[in-house]
């Protein structure tokens, strides 16, 4: 079965710096991958999901970007941060038949 | 696009009593609908899943049934017990290649001793 690392596991940026989080997979090849956002005691927002090495679908406009470089490597990434980014961000990939599991995330707070 | 409504948003049941959590999906291509719990601070585990072409499923104290002329799908949890306090999520993805789930809002369920 796959296992998703995911870091940083928290941090905290101040307003207007940049952001990178990265997510790798291992035990799988070709994998979907996805990353989601939960907001404090909200729900699961999905962001980005990717089919393959370069191929990035967005499902919200917003200030964050992603990129697949490799195989089973997901990057979350922006330029300049709000406020409005804080949150619980949560790595995904697909296993057999559907099944999405979801990796440790990462705790953003802007200040 | 696809949409999933999730209801009540708390719960709260005293130990030993059932509880129930409904969806409902408005792209009639979905046809994966799998249940997630998470608990605080933590990833959502899945704890259940449903097909499009099987109405019900059951695995011990938890059990999903799915009504597909409808578009609603429901998990039950049976026997509740306080470690059974947690967030759940419905979700629903289509068939397609990329396989992206949509969630629910989420129902915090909380299981009185």
């Known amino acids: 079965s796959q296992t998703i690392h995911q870091w940083p596991a928290t941090l905290v940026q101040p307003v207007g710096s940049p952001l990178s989080l990265e997510c790798t997979v291992e035990?799988?090849?070709?994998?979907?991958l996805y990353w989601y956002r939960q907001a404090a005691g909200r729900g699961l927002q999905l962001l980005f999901y990717?089919?393959?090495?370069?191929?990035i679908s967005s499902e919200v406009p917003q200030n964050l970007s992603a990129s697949r470089p490799q195989d089973r490597q997901f990057i979350l990434s922006s330029k300049k941060l709000l406020l409005s980014d804080s949150g619980f961000y949560l790595c995904?990939?697909?296993?057999?038949?559907?099944?999405?599991?979801f990796g440790e995330g990462s705790w953003l707070t802007v200040v | 696009g696809e949409n999933v409504e999730q209801h009540p948003s708390t719960l709260s049941v005293q130990e030993g009593d059932s509880a129930v959590i409904k969806c409902t999906y408005s792209?009639?291509?979905?046809?994966?609908f799998p249940w997630y719990k998470q608990e605080l601070g933590k990833r959502p585990q899945l704890i259940i899943d449903?097909?499009?072409?099987?109405g019900e499923k059951k695995d011990q104290r938890i059990a999903v049934t799915l009504n597909k002329t409808a578009k609603h799908f429901s998990l039950h949890i049976t026997e509740t017990q306080p470690e059974d306090s947690a967030v759940y999520f419905c979700?629903?993805?289509?068939?397609?290649?990329?396989?992206?789930?949509?969630f629910g809002s989420g129902t915090r369920l909380l299981v009185r001793p």
């Open positions: 979700a629903a993805s289509r068939r397609d290649s990329s396989y992206k789930l949509i």
């Open positions: 035990g799988t090849s070709n994998p979907n």
């Open positions: 995904a990939c697909d296993g057999s038949g559907n099944t999405i599991y």
């Open positions: 792209d009639s291509a979905s046809n994966y």
């Open positions: 990717s089919v393959g090495i370069g191929q």
């Open positions: 449903i097909r499009s072409n099987v």
